[in-house]
Antibody, heavy 117, light 105 residues
Framework: QVKLQQSGAELVKPGASVKLSCKTS????????MSWFKQIPGQSIEWIGM????????GYNQKFKGKATLTVDTSSSTAYMDLSSLTTEDSAVYFC??????????WGQGTLVTVSS | DTVLTQSPALAVSPGERVSISCRAS??????MHWYQQKPGQQPKLLIY???NLASGVPARFSGSGSGTDFTLTIDPVEADDTATYFC????????FGGGTKLELK
């Protein structure tokens, strides 16, 4: 079955960067799309961007350009998201989800990022 | 961005029927999807393309609408349905509604 396993919670200092991972199994990663999302607890969900594992092509929400960088490692069927120049406003839960068509049927469990000095 | 507007909260009794609405700021054809999210969990897909039931989702859940107005219906509501429900459009870059928190009386 399809599984998306995300990396553990992160506590990072303002101004630092963090790299989150999303390890997949149960489907053909190399021809799939992966999207990433941000959710501040108690609030709605924001789409950050997507990446096609086949060629690494990306598309970003304008709001997150320069903040998030999406990459993949097809040898390990893992997607990554780098978040840079972190501020307290970046504190949130970040999800990866397999972008099958226009909807998201498979999600990771989420990674909590806390930005604090 | 396409803005999706949902009512913030609803309270119903078990066994009743509940309808959760989502209004889009522009037409999204039938590219509206619905998710259930419980505290501390990832979203779970319920309905895709307005009215299609996702795999494994009970038939108590149904969706309708097109254009700008969409509805998720749960009939009958069960205690386990306590959650927040989000709509999401994919006609443009994905956006989500603010969520409707469903509570049981």
């Amino acid at each position: 079955q399809v599984k998306l396993q995300q990396s553990g919670a992160e506590l990072v200092k303002p101004g630092a960067s963090v790299k989150l991972s999303c390890k997949t199994s149960g489907y053909t990663f190399s021809t799939s799309y992966m999207s990433w999302f941000k959710q501040i607890p108690g609030q709605s969900i924001e789409w950050i961007g997507m990446i096609y594992a086949g060629d690494g092509g990306t598309g970003y929400n304008q709001k997150f350009k320069g903040k998030a960088t999406l990459t993949v490692d097809t040898s390990s069927s893992t997607a990554y998201m780098d978040l840079s120049s972190l501020t307290t406003e970046d504190s949130a839960v970040y999800f990866c989800a397999m972008d099958g068509s226009d909807w998201f049927a498979y999600w990771g469990q989420g990674t909590l990022v806390t930005v604090s000095s | 961005d396409t803005v999706l507007t949902q009512s913030p909260a609803l309270a119903v009794s078990p066994g009743e029927r509940v309808s959760i609405s989502c209004r889009a700021s522009e037409g999204v054809n039938s590219y509206m999807h619905w998710y259930q999210q419980k505290p501390g969990q990832q979203p779970k897909l319920l309905i895709y393309k307005a009215s299609n039931l996702a795999s494994g989702v009970p038939a108590r859940f149904s969706g309708s609408g097109s254009g700008t107005d969409f509805t998720l219906t749960i009939d009958p509501v069960e205690a386990d349905d306590t959650a927040t429900y989000f709509c999401q459009q994919s006609w443009n870059d994905p956006t989500f509604g603010g969520g409707t928190k469903l509570e049981l009386k």
